[in-house]
């Protein structure tokens, strides 16, 4: 099996999210670095992506550059990475789509819902994949959760709660602190603060187990420092189309959860728990019975479990393997096989207008909005 | 030190409360049974009273015979448990306060707001104790929480997220059952169901902590089992006077979740977090720090905390010791010692407006609505 | 069901231990106080007998003077609890077995094999109830692990671990701290430290789960704080009379545990774990399945269990309830009940035989020693 | 930087410990798999080899061909992994080391004590670096345990508990299983059952953390499924040089532990807590005070346990990213920078030491004898 060409945007020399991606693409073998624009100064993206052993001519100084170098090769990359700042995802993601590239694009995926409706009508236009990187999805035990709503194990979703909640914004005396300051003020982040940043994940995740997509929402925001604009807490009751009722917390201001991002789905015939912090783990209750423990690599788990997972039972995966998830689904969605449970530019979308209407619904004292982009409602 | 004389009323045999209280009265030594009116058939319960030990003139048809009885007497109880069915609280509790006993009541202490002033007028003019079972408040690690923000050493309350969620009624096939369904029928169980079962005894732990008040709250009710009529899942966000922002959750078809009652405290310079169903330690973690394991027992708790505790660390205490805690406080209240931790008829108010208020809020999609009974309004 | 008279002896003002007994003999309404020699200065224990409610004529100066008067009366107290300096343990429990009583002594039971064998015998002729005080074999959970043994549900028991660590005496700067120095002084505390400390009731927490009792043993002793003659650190591989394998680590100097008593039970088809400090869960693997959490008060558990539970599932449960589920079982006995699971003066015997063979095999550099006293050896 | 080469032998298609090392050696972009021998069926090796980008001129049929064919190279491969079956890792390593090539080798390093020592003479002579896959110790928080240790913040250590048991081979209806059988067999598994397949990980790691050394150990030995020779239950008592205590108990019939490999660590001044399957924290407890949790990511670790990990706080990274770091420490080792952390031949030789001893102990009832490698007695 030949490995995939693979280009990426952004993500250079001491950004985070750079060797996140790097490793995720290439830890199992199914992508190269081929091509890359990693940094806003050209000549130091160029020298950093021939370090990574990309080659001169494809070493770019700008995604334009890329673009146009990229789309005159016969050996185009296979994949884009798009990891800019979030708001050229909309641009660089629109351009490679248009091209006839396969994009993965940072979350969030556009800063508007105008934006994000475009981006999916591309994206359906020109056939080719736009994913988005709700890598915690990608988690084996995350998919065997989806899997066992979708075999009915646990009956109807009545509920889903859900927090993502941890307290690293919490101190006031950093609060002017630049990495954290720009997340509150609506100039740099947008509409939204926390909700946008974490909850968002989250909403997908309740979406993504449900199988089922969030249809009204009433908001509650705080901003508990006073310094910021934008909210550092935010509470998001909902419900999905099927009726499944939702709670979502999220909160930067938690001090003392690290990364609490956890989510509850209850049934009519049982439960599940899950948390980020210890991803090999659910936590399940046939209603009348006992908790189970279930474990990655355990005998019986579902086949989208299954192969998600690379070592043996106990012995822990985590954060960066989730990503790499992400591209175990994009090389085999790229090499023809069929992958379902890729995030999509339709689930970048709905993230979108959630925010929004979120924003909205604060606004109105909690009311509660369609939470639907308008190209998804009935 | 001699003992007091207690009287109880309702827990009968076979009843759980009833046991409970025996525990708690008798556990530390501070009071003696002394009187009782057990059972709503008169004979059971003056048999059952004599089988406990009470005097054959002392146990009692029902709680009239029991008033008169003990108001004739020089040795009259210290001390008058209600433990009988809700919706009974009110009369029995008015009465003996009025006749100038002090008396712990049982959750919930009124049915109604208008009951819940007149007692709390009762108990100012008569200087009687008049005490609601908010028995969770009395663990030796919640008041330790409860000094720790008194002392400041978490700064200013920002953020309170309480949640009471069990999953013992989830199962639909039983929702007929009598012992459940009752909850759910406004006919018997009132205005709410999950809120005002459960939910109530979070939000008086979020003000008991906090040492604040909830001034507004918004709430989204749910039925998640088609033949209930009242709420079997609720989220109330709710604010403090002094501005804290507060999230409650309560469930009662979240299946897995055995007892799961959990309050998460967020200051400016710290935050914590406790369980009931571990209830001996707290995390907590300093603004910039690591999360410490504060043990019950440990040196240095507070004596709030230290002496309401009975064995050493590590060594769990457990609910029924919470519950004896309350008799630990009302023994001490009732020999003329300061006691600032008893829940009062006034919270046995705010918790029944808080009731009202939300069922209001819930009806009206989520709108804030004043929390607070009337005669607390500014 | 009229209450039981109580004596106590020792627990005086002051101590831990007595207010631990008091609370487990009238927790649940068995037991009355009705006798007491409770401190070696006679005056102090006659007036603290009298101001926890015991008659001036039983509130007694001495062991001997209680003796004397409670045999001498018709309403003798039914039960003595001997909770005297370890030394004196032996020569009371003997008198009042002799005399007529029924016995409830704290662990040690004896100093010496030949005094616990002399017990025994005294218990047999006289026929009365001498049981000792390993009040972990009361919790419910421990009780449910033995009938799932016994019940054959995991099969027949191939290995059992079990710990018995703490880091409270690990600060060698407070090594000389009269309250800690003693534990380690063979003047004061015979011939073991940590190991007749703590270890014995992991040893007959190992015996009871696995209804076997312990055959042989080999044990490996340390004294990590120089000044220490005794051993603060031990490890004793054991087996049972039926072969199952044990080990058993027992420390004082394990800084950051608290209470670490666990035990871990293996069989052929399943396996077990419970830890002191989380009393209310049993941790059970089926063979080749999942993990279960099995909760205290859930359906389906044993009498054994369930009897010894007093409040609802996921109410937690603590120490001083399980030392009151050794008076209810003390209660039953005395009322003609059958109660197997007290434990016994043949257990403090064996207990006594392990301590002294295990301190001969540290000796002999871990040589395997027979670990059972000479009057049950073959 | 440019990409090391790297080779492999072993690891074909099938094999679970081939993508492990895969990921390993390219998740962080250090190496590029340049040539292999990867199956014993020389053509599905080649084959394989290519289908991983292997050049044909370097897929090699098996390792003489790989051995000569490297030797004539200009470019030949950085670093050899050796993961064939255990008895060839001696004939195979020595080999490349002798012909000048850097070797990490899967454990056991050798089957004899005499080839280990071999290999550490080789290895010396050479002066290439022959490393041993402990993976384990390549966690970050392992490597912050060992710098908590030398800089002194716990005191001198105590004592060291560690365990390494699960319950993967507690089935004795699956005991004849030939995955699982073999390991039972001296025939295939040398001397040693559990205790050198997983036991050794948890010795190296008390050593490694102490950075001290094992002088002495003494055995207990247990077959608890009848079929097996060789033990499938170990506990082993040892010392350091230093004087510290040492326990370990492994196991692979203890039904419910799925990976439970953790180890204790007790100082003068503090004990701390780390857990295979919670791998990115570590408990630490200063004398005299609370627990905290440390968490992989914190401000304020060691450079070397910073260096190690990839993502922020609390996004868990699990066992292939360890053994990624035994590759980040390799890269750099072989690009001339000082790693004092990799395990090396020294290490391996000592293990198979400790096996062997162990095993003389174990069948003369638990006698104490010299843990060490002849070589490295004094």
Redesign the interface.
């Known amino acids: 099996?030949?490995?995939l060409n693979w280009g990426m945007i952004g993500g250079g020399e001491g950004s985070?999210i750079g060797?996140?991606h790097?490793?995720g693409a290439?830890?199992?073998?199914n992508f190269?670095l081929a091509a890359g624009a990693l940094d806003h100064d050209a000549e130091k993206g160029r020298a950093y992506a021939q370090?990574?052993?990309v080659a001169a001519d494809r070493a770019y100084g700008d995604w334009r550059e890329m673009l146009a170098g990229e789309t005159a090769r016969e050996d185009r990359v296979d994949l884009v990475t798009v990891a800019t700042p979030n708001s050229t995802h909309f641009e660089i993601t629109k351009a490679f789509l248009e091209a006839g590239f396969n994009v993965l694009c940072e979350k969030p995926m556009t800063m508007t819902v105008e934006q994000g409706e475009e981006i999916v009508k591309v994206a359906a236009k020109t056939g080719k994949i736009c994913a988005v990187n709700y890598c915690y999805s990608a988690y084996p035990m995350v998919r065997e959760m989806r899997q066992i709503v979708r075999t009915g194990q646990v009956g109807k979703i009545?509920?889903i709660?859900t927090n993502f909640?941890?307290?690293?914004h919490?101190?006031?005396t950093d609060a002017d602190n630049p990495r954290v300051r720009w997340r509150y003020d609506p100039a740099m982040a947008g509409v939204s603060g926390q909700f946008a940043d974490c909850g968002i994940h989250a909403l997908h995740m309740a979406s993504f187990i449900a199988g089922d997509q969030v249809r009204t929402l009433?908001a509650?925001f705080?901003s508990?420092?006073g310094s910021r604009t934008l909210e550092d807490?935010a509470?998001v009751?909902f419900r999905l189309e099927g009726g499944t009722?939702g709670?979502l917390?999220t909160?930067s201001?938690?001090?003392?959860?690290?990364?609490g991002f956890d989510i509850?789905v209850?049934?009519?015939t049982?439960?599940?728990?899950w948390a980020?912090?210890?991803?090999?783990q659910v936590?399940?209750?046939?209603?009348?019975g006992?908790?189970?423990?279930?474990?990655k690599g355990?005998?019986g788990l579902s086949d989208e479990a299954s192969r998600l997972s690379?070592?043996?039972?106990?012995?822990?995966?985590?954060?960066?393997?989730a990503v790499a998830n992400i591209y175990v689904d994009l090389a085999a969605s790229i090499r023809g096989e069929v992958r379902d449970g890729l995030p999509l530019a339709s689930d970048g979308l709905r993230s979108m207008a959630a925010v929004h209407q979120a924003v909205a619904s604060a606004k109105a004292?909690?009311?509660?909005v369609d939470a639907r982009p308008p190209m998804f409602r009935d």
């Open positions: 099996m030949t490995r985070q060797p996140a790097r490793l290439q830890a199992d073998g190269v370090s990574l052993g009545r509920l709660v909640s941890h307290g690293h919490g101190d006031a009433s509650d705080a508990t420092i807490d509470m009751n009722v709670r917390w909160s201001v938690a001090i003392g959860r690290q990364h509850q209850f049934g009519e049982g439960g599940m728990r980020s912090e210890q991803p090999n936590y399940y209750t046939p209603v009348g006992r908790t189970q423990i279930m474990e355990e005998d690379r070592v043996a039972i106990a012995h822990p995966e985590g954060f960066p393997l004292d909690g009311a509660w």
